[in-house]
């Protein structure tokens, strides 16, 4: 099974400075996704879990964002996409 990789470096280590650095990541993944053939736009993003990993690098922070697509992209789930009941969301 495919699975696409995009990563970018945060010039700081206060995670509200990431911001950036992740969006950058999901549209590097993106890309990798294209040039495989498949998945060209976010909304295959919709639905899907991502994997996301933050390290330490130097004075900034490695932002690495992984997704192992399920085929279900870009389509809501039967419980309507909401966070399962016993999960949270901070807010």
């Known amino acids: 099974m495919a699975s696409y990789v995009g990563a970018e470096r945060a010039s700081s280590t206060d995670p509200r400075d990431w911001g950036r650095a992740l969006a950058v990541a999901l549209e590097r993944l993106l890309e990798a996704a294209r040039l495989d053939g ?7 993003l919709y639905g899907e879990d991502l994997v ?8 900034g922070a490695k932002v690495t964002v992984r997704w192992v697509p399920t085929g279900n992209g870009g389509e809501r789930r039967a419980d309507d996409g909401d966070a399962d009941d016993d999960e949270e969301l901070a807010g």
Do not use: K
């Open 52 to 59: 996301l990993r933050i390290e330490e690098d130097g004075d």
């Open 38 to 44: 498949h998945y060209a736009e976010h909304e295959h």
